[in-house]
């Protein structure tokens, strides 16, 4: 019984999962945000987090917007609904996708456990893990095209076709990049969710 | 109610007058009459009593009129245009209202035309929906059992007239900071390019040193060569087998004692004065990019992240190995007074380490760590005049030249340079910082400190400038860019007048190493 307890004590449950991945989620679709030069850099401010500096958006509207998206999303993240979360971002007078990326979510571990599954995998490592990714997601602009109009990014979620229509949420087409050229980032894991990330851009050629 | 039919039928009298002059209105335009009559009621309420009561005076088939205008409204009002011309043989006769085209300006409504009209566009629009939920239906069962839910308050767009700031990496253009008139002449063109065959294109490596006894050693692959810069003698000093290649070399402070980091994680110094090898010293699992001397103490840097201490007089010669990095450490420097180790790493970390108070080594645990890097940090240089001050620059995602004071470990000043940064190096004549710089620019610049306003730029290179070397008199720098050639650029030379000025107070600091041998 002890022993089960202190097992228990450091197992990230799945709640905990679902947090973790948000959390990423937030750094990271921020990250982007500044990387790409979406928004003026004066909108954004360094925060430490898994041992790097992150640009983290000040602007409300997006915080708000974010935080509404991500908080659904946890609940679905729980209820192991959600397959995809992509980040489109589009011309703002064309309307035309320049990039998207996409977060691939993918079940691990014992599902049937149900919300009572839990992972022994070190908090610690999963951080790394992430870090790694966020570090790459840095990095990307040394390779993607420049996004030289107005753009804006929205924020679509894949789910399961049981999920009902939440309020204030709209059916959507998802977005699709003519002559398009993907590549995928590492991957990281909590032994509950797995997450793939990939950015796809349009090829200039 | 009487009085309404009165005036109803005054007014259905005028609305008669217009065709009536031009003799009887045809029985289409009558009902046309009617139907817009009619239909005028629709639009506001006051004139409804009459207007019904206009409907039951002049239409005597009521039903055949509904059916005649669900076909109007159809085609609206193109034909009666066209045949109220043919009634009208005499030009010059009166037309009263002044408008031939439109019969009656009084009971025909514009304002409802429009609105009809406005309605097939919706119908037709209806249409589009139609196709556009066909669509949905289509993508649906491509996407098979998904959903794809959006939230419907978007995120703001960025202000009208923004532009990306990311544009500076794609498009070249030079940094704006206004290239600042100095009074000394810097020539523009290199004094003399020497060939580099086989440099290795590569960041995170350290290939060039200049030593303090004049000569310039530089690793080209495999093979590590040795350029008097006084004689211009050129030597091969030694040449790893296999697919080895040299990944860094640095000069001790003072005499010919070269060390060699290479790609076996083995650390080589090399007494160059005799070309020979004095001793290899392991250690490391991976290869070693950086190195740095401080005394007799040889500090190395390793792929794995991991730094070692190595005493070169000692047959036990790891005095501590710290890991302070998650990646490769890819720049290392000690300050010129020896109390402090800055670290830079792929990890996009700057670690300052202080010295332990028992040696020459640092302590293992930083004193400052500074992540405001968001790429990789190799270029490291302590400011000679002010030794607790440390100049770093960051790769392709962040571009930023940071001045930190490691005595309060602040950041004290920070530049954009709007291209990579390959390294850093501190004039010795001048209060000025040299910059060596990669994509997008491939140039040398020379910013003035504290200002940090921009001096000169150097182009030349056709490929970016991986490392910076100064002479040991400071006047000259070198630089080794990507494209195979060492380029040497005379900027730092001595004011004539204020150098015989300063021959007499300039003070030879004693080595430390002298001290400790004796």
């Known amino acids: 019984m002890t022993t089960a307890a202190v097992k228990n004590k450091s197992a990230i449950t799945l709640k905990g999962s679902s947090d973790i991945l948000c959390d990423y ?4 679709i921020n990250s982007i ?4 030069g979406l928004y003026p850099s004066e909108d954004f401010q360094a925060t430490e987090n898994y041992g790097l500096n992150i640009l983290m958006s000040t602007n409300n509207k997006i915080k708000e917007f974010l935080a509404t998206t991500l908080g659904q999303l946890k609940e679905w993240l729980i209820k192991r609904t959600v397959n995809r979360v992509a980040l489109i971002i589009t011309n703002v007078k064309t309307l035309e996708v320049m990039e998207r990326w996409d977060f691939t979510i993918e079940y ?3 599902i049937e456990d149900g919300e009572a599954q839990t992972s022994d995998k070190p908090l610690k490592q999963i951080k790394n893990e992430i870090r790694d990714v966020l570090r790459q997601i840095a990095s990307s602009v040394s390779y993607l095209p420049l996004l030289d109009c107005l753009c804006s990014f929205d924020i679509q979620i ?10 204030k949420w709209a059916l959507a087409e998802p977005a699709n ?3 398009a050229q993907s590549v995928k980032m590492r991957s990281f894991s909590t032994q509950i969710h797995k997450m793939d990330t990939a950015v796809t851009y349009r090829n200039e050629d | 109610m009487s009085q309404f039919k009165f005036w109803n039928e005054i007014n259905s009298v005028f609305s008669m007058e217009g065709p009536i002059t031009k003799g009887p209105q045809p029985r289409y335009e009558r009902k046309k009459n009617n139907v817009l009559s009619t239909s005028s009621s629709l639009n506001s309420s006051k004139q409804r009593s009459f207007s019904t009561s206009c409907l039951s005076i002049s239409s005597k088939t009521p039903s055949k009129r509904v059916e005649n205008d669900s076909g109007r409204s159809k085609t609206p009002s193109r034909t009666p245009f066209r045949k ?10 009166r037309t009263p209202g002044g408008d031939r085209f439109i019969p009656s300006r009084v009971n025909s409504n514009l304002d409802l035309a429009q609105y009809k009209l406005a309605q097939d566009d919706n119908s037709q629009e209806e249409n589009g929906n139609g196709r556009n939920e066909l669509k949905k239906a289509i993508s649906e069962q491509l996407l098979g059992n998904q959903k794809v839910f959006s939230y419907i308050n978007k995120a703001p767009t960025a202000p009208e007239g923004f532009q990306n700031p990311m544009r500076v990496l794609y498009s070249q253009t030079r940094t704006p900071a206004s290239v600042k008139s100095t009074s000394r002449y810097i020539p523009q063109a290199p004094d003399r390019i020497l060939d580099a065959p086989d440099i290795i294109d590569d960041f995170y490596l350290n290939l060039i040193d200049w030593g303090s006894n004049n000569i310039l050693a530089a690793a080209l692959g495999s093979q590590v060569y040795l350029w008097n810069a006084g004689t211009g003698n050129i030597e091969q000093l030694l040449s790893l087998e296999g697919n080895d290649y040299v990944c860094s070399l640095n000069w001790i402070e003072e005499g010919d004692c070269l060390a060699i980091g290479t790609t076996q994680g083995t650390v080589e110094l090399w007494d160059c004065s005799r070309s020979k090898r004095l001793r290899i010293m392991n250690g490391h699992s991976a290869r070693v990019g950086s190195l740095a001397w401080n005394s007799f103490v040889l500090t190395s840097g390793c792929r794995s992240g991991q730094i070692i201490h190595h005493d070169v007089r000692q047959r036990e010669h790891i005095l501590a190995t710290i890991s302070g990095h998650s990646q490769e450490v890819c720049g290392l420097t000690w300050s010129p007074d020896g109390r402090y180790l800055a670290s830079g790493g792929n990890d996009n970390v700057v670690n300052v380490w202080p010295r332990s108070n028992d040696g020459h080594q640092s302590e293992t645990t930083p004193l400052h760590t500074f992540v405001q890097h968001q790429a990789a940090v190799k270029a490291l240089a302590w400011c000679p005049w002010q030794p607790h001050i440390l100049a770093t620059g960051g790769g392709t995602a ?12 602040t950041c004290v000043n920070s530049i954009d340079t709007k291209s990579q940064v390959c390294s850093l190096l501190w ?9 060596g710089h990669g994509f997008a620019n491939n140039e040398v610049a020379i910013w003035k400190y504290p200002a940090m306003t921009k001096v000169s730029e150097l182009k030349g290179h056709t490929a970016r400038v991986l490392h910076l070397a100064m002479s040991p008199d400071g006047s000259t720098i070198l630089s080794a860019g990507a494209d195979e050639t060492l380029r040497l650029w005379k900027c730092f030379t001595k004011d004539p007048v204020r150098a015989k000025d300063k021959e007499g107070t300039v003070k030879v600091k004693p080595s430390a190493l002298r001290q400790c041998i004796r």
């Open chain 2, 84 to 93: 109220s011309k043919t009634p009208t043989p005499n030009k010059n006769g």
């Open chain 1, 177 to 179: 990049i003519k002559n």
């Open chain 2, 427 to 435: 004039a010795q004549n001048y209060k000025e910082l040299v910059s």
């Open chain 1, 25 to 28: 989620l937030n750094y990271g």
């Open chain 1, 33 to 36: 945000l500044f990387q790409r």
């Open chain 1, 108 to 110: 691990e571990g014992n």
């Open chain 2, 398 to 409: 962040d571009r930023h030249i940071r001045i930190w004071n490691c005595n309060t470990g």
């Open chain 1, 158 to 167: 894949y789910t399961t076709n049981d999920v009902e229509l939440p309020e």
